[in-house]
């Protein structure tokens, strides 16, 4: 279904990241795996692709970094010529009460998840719209639709990845390229594994399905968005939330 296309997806050396490229891959894509720090665990992601007979590739690139986002982009066109889906997954969480939060924890979960989405999709997107085709798929999150209380900075972040996406998409409208956002819920990845267990058993009786998600969950509504079956679909935000958010 996604065979001959060329994806790349940011921060996909664990977690979600992960589940997202070895779902594009399954369903034929080559991907290009992007990490930030960890080449070792992003390798694996690689290795992992192959041995499903697909093709992938590794390129380190920190998305708060306007220049690197360039170059990589720059670097994508250069090896592969085109880029088909992109998918905006990097993002990190700060948590903290608002009182207590520093500057540099908001600027920072806020240049990782915001800017590091408006870096990727702005430097692309002149071969996108020279393509006259693409999709774009931005990881946004519940939190930015309901607010969560000691998660100011990335609520606002993934709010923001909300307005961003809804923008674009009608920018990008008339020139075939859909851009949307995929909300998860909780999903058991490194992200949350930190939670204790009495803060787990209140987050279960948060959900409707009354259990977190897989980061699996989240790649199959992905792989959907990036695929034929959605070309008619744009500025959307899909929840993948076990009902979180109804
Ligand atoms: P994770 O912490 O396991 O993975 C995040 C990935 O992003 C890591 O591979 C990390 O190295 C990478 N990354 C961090 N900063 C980066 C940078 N500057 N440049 C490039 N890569 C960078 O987290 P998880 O759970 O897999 O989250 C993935 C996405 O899903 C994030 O955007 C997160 O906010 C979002 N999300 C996660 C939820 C959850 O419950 N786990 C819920 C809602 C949204």
């Known amino acids: 279904m996604l065979e001959g296309k060329i994806a790349l997806v940011t921060g996909a050396s664990r977690g979600i990241g992960k ?37 992938a590739c590794l390129m380190q690139c920190n998305v708060a970094d306007d220049e690197s986002c360039k170059q990589l982009a720059e670097e994508v066109i250069r090896q592969y010529g085109r880029l088909d889906i992109l998918v905006n997954n990097a993002g990190i969480t700060r948590d903290g009460l608002i009182m207590r939060m520093s500057e540099e924890d908001f600027d920072q979960v806020l240049d990782i998840n915001l800017k590091g989405t408006f870096h990727m999709i702005r430097h692309f997107s002149k071969y996108f719209l020279k393509q ?24 606002a972040s993934k709010a923001g990845v909300i307005g961003l996406t809804k923008s674009v998409a009608r920018e990008f409208a008339t020139r075939g390229i859909c851009v949307n956002a995929v909300a998860p819920g909780f999903i058991d990845t490194d992200m949350t594994k930190g ?39 744009t500025g959307q935000v899909l929840c993948v939330d076990g009902g979180m958010a109804i």
């Open 19 to 55: 589940a997202i490229a070895l779902e594009l891959a399954e369903k034929g894509a080559t991907v290009i795996v992007n990490y930030a720090g960890s080449e070792q665990l992003a390798q694996e992601t690689v290795n992992e692709i192959k041995e499903k007979g697909r093709e």
């Open 132 to 155: 006259r085709s693409g999709r774009i798929i931005n990881i946004s999150s519940v939190s930015g639709i309901l607010g969560n209380a000691g998660q100011a900075n990335y609520s």
């Open 195 to 233: 939670m204790p267990e009495s803060a787990l058993a209140e987050v279960n009786k948060m959900i409707p399905m009354g259990k977190m998600g897989d980061a699996k969950d989240v790649a199959k509504a992905v792989a959907f968005l990036a695929g034929e079956d959605a070309s008619y679909i």
